[in-house]
């Protein structure tokens, strides 16, 4: 049945009349109460009930009429018998009726809907909060004054804004202020009547933080003394209190600033339980000064200057200590960083992560690489996911104790996917310790494949000379000739150098003496003999050019640049061109001023010097004692150490390279 059609039926039928006098009606009755409702003395919610109540009665109305007025007309209709005579029989279901009935199901729907938001609206809290799961928003509430001085009452709201300030400007969670708290509490008081568990209430079951903030201070003489905590978002447990801190009482930031650095340092630190050095949360500034040492790891100074400024601001903060060490390990000064180990006190309130890598530091300075190396992977268990520690486990593995076949789990550990590769000397270093592990795997398509893409994106030295390794090593000489040229065109000439000496010394590894002597002879004619350099000693020496090394070494030495590396080689050319005895005074200058923390070094360097003068027995044996001090495994030595070459291949060398294992 058309809708025009419907509707002129319901004008015939005189629906709309009957309606009609429903909805006057109702009007009516709602304009009386709305005026009528205060004299009456009932609520002020009586015409919205009113209201509700004709609202459903609507629908009810339209059935009725359909039941009382409509329904008699569609149920018998007359009509004359065979014999003529009037008779009466039911009509069956008019299109009319499907029609009124699907009408009055959207009416239905209409009227429950429109009183449903009545309801929610004047039945419930004015106040819409949507009640969500923990997150990251923070509760901070008014610190409470138990000095007993009103003046100080002020302090209470500042203190609060202090830490707030703290948390929304360093993004460490969404705060729920004191204010905002406030504000709901009267609203919630009003809607729901009052209740001295409001402000609980609220925080528990609107706003759901996963950490509530709050203190109280008091004075003490002249002092102001400030109490902290932070409980998890139900109330229920105290996560940390915090200690004492205090102030003189006409200057209070200053107490709200030493606790602000608490808190911030819990909550920067807490998150990462496992990761975490400390048994109390640093001070958020010694907190954000290391981490802008770590950010400067390559420029010595600066790092070494925000590593001090940590310790000064928290002298209890262990990690500025524990990186101290480090650094100056890797700068080879070992006995001062076994001085630094020794300043940091053995205390029985130590984490076992404290212990860990303090034993860790002792192997490594001792030169046991074996211990090195189950202490590293105790560290590596705690935190396999941590960029450092992963990066630390991969060259320990590998150059410690040469296991390059554990490298690449170590390494998968972390996706580099998302990671900021070009600013992250970490994460290139990772690549290039899994370059080497994977050419000592004799991996070198898989190396050459990776490398040309990191070479290609990111300007590391490390990268380029392992690339160029891989390329001698498989045969790749012109590969390797266009990637020397590039590097000409691209670098300084200081690095150019370099690597023409590395791949001289390859091709040396591989008893190529005419590909390697280009190489060399290439630093040669950039020097032209005007000027000398460490690389053109280098050069040199390893085309047996023993007369130009040992001048070129001497003038070195007599401006303070040449290390143990270049006295070896020095002493060597003297055998060679005939001066045997100078050559055993730097012999024995060296011995004489071995140091203590010398982890296998001069071993070593006794080991090439006895090598290349052809006492092969001797040699082996102080390659022995160096891998024994804990001398490492690097692109440069023992097995890719030219000196080394003759005995490659010799069972000795087996047993050194294996010496860890």
């Known amino acids: 049945m058309k809708l025009n059609q419907f509707l002129k039926e319901c004008n015939n039928k005189e629906v709309f009349k009957k309606l009609s006098i429903y909805i006057v009606s109702s009007w009516v009755l709602i304009q009386v109460m709305a005026v009528t409702w205060e004299p009456l003395g009932v609520p002020k919610k009586s015409v919205t009930v009113l209201l509700i109540i004709l609202l459903i009665g609507f629908p009810v109305n339209v059935y009725l ?14 009509k004359l018998d065979e014999n003529g005579n009037l008779i009466e029989t039911k009509k069956n279901k008019s299109s009319f009726k499907k029609m009124y009935f699907s009408v009055l199901t959207i009416i239905s729907f209409i009227s429950i809907f429109v009183s449903t938001l009545i309801i929610n609206n004047n039945f419930k809290s004015h106040i819409k909060i949507n009640t969500v799961n ?3 928003k923070i509760a901070v509430l008014k610190f409470g004054n138990n000095t007993g001085d009103k003046k100080y009452d002020i302090v209470s709201k500042m203190a609060a804004d202090w830490i707030i300030h703290g948390i929304s400007e360093n993004k460490l969670g969404q705060v729920v202020s004191p204010k905002i708290i406030e504000n709901y509490a009267k609203l919630i008081t009003t809607a729901v009547g009052n209740s001295s568990e409001v402000d609980e209430k609220l925080i528990k079951d609107y706003f759901n933080p996963a950490k509530v903030i709050s203190g ?11 109490q902290g905590s932070i409980k998890d978002g139900q109330l229920n ?3 940390i209190s915090f200690k004492l801190v205090d102030c003189k009482s006409n200057e209070p ?5 030493k606790l602000k650095q608490l808190i911030l340092g819990y909550l920067i630190t807490e998150d990462n339980k496992q990761l975490n050095l400390q048994e109390v949360p640093p001070q958020f500034e010694a907190y954000q000064l290391v981490l802008d040492a770590k950010a400067n790891f390559s420029n010595d100074d600066r790092y070494l200057n925000y590593l001090n400024k940590a310790i000064e601001i928290d002298s209890n903060y262990f990690e500025p200590k524990l990186l101290k060490i480090g650094h100056f390990y890797n700068l080879g000064q070992f006995k001062k960083a076994d001085s630094l180990r020794k300043e940091i006190p053995i205390s029985s309130n130590r984490n076992e992560r404290q212990k860990n890598l ?18 590293i992977t105790k560290e590596y268990n705690i935190a396999p996911f941590d960029l450092e520690s992963n990066s630390s486990t991969m060259t320990i593995a590998l150059q410690y104790v040469n296991k390059p076949e554990d490298i690449n789990k170590i390494y998968n550990e972390i996706s580099m996917e998302d990671l900021d590769i070009e600013n992250s000397k970490v994460c290139l270093y990772r690549i290039y310790i899994k370059s080497l592990a994977d050419i000592e795997l004799q991996k070198l398509k898989e190396v050459i494949k990776y490398l040309e893409i990191y070479t290609r994106d990111f300007d590391d030295f490390n990268l380029k000379r392992t690339l160029a390794t891989a390329y001698v090593r498989d045969g790749e000489d012109m590969k390797l000739q266009n990637f020397i040229s590039k590097i000409k065109l691209t670098s300084s000439i200081n690095e150019y150098e370099a690597i023409c000496l590395f791949v001289g010394k390859e091709y040396l590894l591989l008893d190529n003496k005419k590909m390697a002597n280009n190489y060399l002879n290439t630093i040669i004619k950039i020097h032209n003999g005007k000027e000398n350099s460490k690389n053109l000693a280098a050069a040199y020496y390893y085309l047996n050019d023993y007369k130009n090394a040992e001048k070129v070494i001497e003038n070195l030495l007599n401006k303070g640049e040449v290390e143990n590396e270049f006295q070896i080689k020095l002493a060597v050319s003297y055998f060679y061109n005939g001066k045997k005895e100078a050559s ?18 001069l071993d070593y360097h006794l080991a090439q010097y006895y090598s290349a003068i052809g006492n092969g027995k001797t040699s082996l044996e102080y390659l022995l004692k160096s891998v024994a001090k804990g001398y490492s495994y690097t692109p440069d030595t023992y097995q890719n150490d030219v000196h080394f070459l003759k005995y490659k291949n010799s069972i000795e060398i087996s047993k050194i390279m294996k010496f860890w294992h």
């Open 253 to 257: 930031i200053d107490c709200m600033e």
């Open 134 to 136: 923990v997150s990251d």
């Open 65 to 78: 009429v359909w039941k009382y007025h409509l329904a008699p007309l569609e149920v018998k209709k007359i």
């Open 216 to 226: 109280n201070f008091y004075l003490k003489d002249d002092s102001l003394l400030f």
């Open 584 to 601: 055993k005074k730097i012999l024995d200058k060296l011995i004489q001023l071995e140091r203590n923390y010398n982890l296998g070094e």
């Open 358 to 375: 303090m034993n860790l530091y002792e192997s490594m300075l001792q030169g046991n690489n074996k211990k090195t190396y189950n202490f």
């Open 237 to 239: 447990n105290t996560l």
